[in-house]
């Protein structure tokens, strides 16, 4: 298999994953590792003194949603008694990550929350509307264009937050698992894997993700870089939540017998973790690199 056709399977296989049905179960779990940065966002965005000092109101987009973790983190910082102030959409590619949002949206009284599918590679929402827009963990997955678009859907005076990854801790767990196989399949390196996810796009440096922001016009543009060591429940619900990682490493295997060396690999990820736990009730640990952009539109919190 060519480099070129490795890299389009992987990157069909990445965008069929989002449509499984079981993806936002296996999925809620990865909140611990993108929960954080959701934080760094909201924090940054000043929107809890705006609404409580200011009385503003929110129209924010939770762009690549999954399972609502930036909507979690707004709802979180704003007073109840303000939460009328408050309007998000979630949007995102996959129906099931979107119908879990809805129902969390319904268990804990988010009346402002909306959600509706939209597709990073061709979004089709009115400009000039979003008076914020939260791209927590999606924008390495799509073409450069799309945090362009992402602008135009801006107010003036509105605010974009993104994040990247400079590292995922997930790597050198599954190559151990790898390497204590007695065949063991191919392995890409980790650049290999970022750069065919990333479509080749240096997301991964703080550097560029700057750039990005800056070209599209963004002003005040603001960089954390923030390591984070995650916990990610027990060997079990590790390996469930390894589903969509997996999906990018099996990519660059034969599809003859994909599935099989998966399986394999798993099962040796499993003892892996198992040993780093301690034990099948122990936790396990990840730790995460996140690259937190962040800018506004001109006329600078004009509306905030
Ligand atoms: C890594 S998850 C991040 C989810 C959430 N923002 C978070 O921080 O936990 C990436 C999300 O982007 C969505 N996604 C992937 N490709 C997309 C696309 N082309 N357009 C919109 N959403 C997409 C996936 O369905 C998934 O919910």
Request: net charge negative; aromatic share 10%; glycine share 8%.
């Amino acid at each position: 298999m060519s480099t070129t056709q490795q890299a389009n399977d992987m990157q069909k296989n990445v965008r069929e994953g989002w449509q499984d049905p079981s993806i936002a179960e296996r999925y809620a779990r990865a909140e611990a590792a993108t929960r954080p940065y959701a934080n760094i966002i909201i924090d940054k965005a000043s929107l809890a003194s705006n609404i409580t000092d200011h009385n503003c109101t929110v129209n924010a987009l939770d762009f690549g949603c999954g399972t609502g973790v930036v909507t979690a983190a707004l709802y979180d910082i704003v007073p109840k008694e303000k939460w009328s102030n408050v309007k998000v959409l979630g949007g995102d590619i996959s129906p099931h990550m979107l119908d879990y949002l809805r129902g969390r949206g319904e268990k804990n009284g988010w009346t402002g929350l909306t959600t509706q599918i939209v597709d990073g590679a061709d979004i089709q929402l009115n400009n000039n509307q979003f008076t914020h827009i939260f791209a927590n963990a999606i924008i390495f997955f799509l073409p450069l264009g799309a945090l362009e678009k992402l602008f135009d859907l801006l107010q003036p005076g509105g605010f974009i937050g993104l994040t990247t990854w400079a590292s995922f801790g997930w790597y050198s767990y599954v190559e151990r698992a790898v390497n204590n196989m007695s065949n063991p399949p191919f392995l890409p390196t980790f650049s290999e894997i970022r750069d065919s996810l990333q479509k080749g796009n240096a997301w991964h440096e703080p550097a560029f993700v700057k750039q990005q922001l800056e070209e599209t016009g963004l002003q005040d543009v603001e960089l954390v870089v923030e390591k984070r060591n995650v916990e990610c429940g027990t060997p079990a619900q590790f390996c469930e939540s390894m589903m969509m990682p997996m999906t990018i490493v099996s990519g660059h295997w034969k599809e003859s017998n994909r599935q099989e060396t998966l399986k394999e690999v798993m099962s040796e990820l499993k003892k892996v973790m198992i040993e780093e736990a301690g034990g099948e009730e122990g936790m396990c640990y990840m730790q995460m690199e996140g690259i937190v952009g962040v800018g506004w539109k001109s006329m600078k919190k004009a509306k905030w």
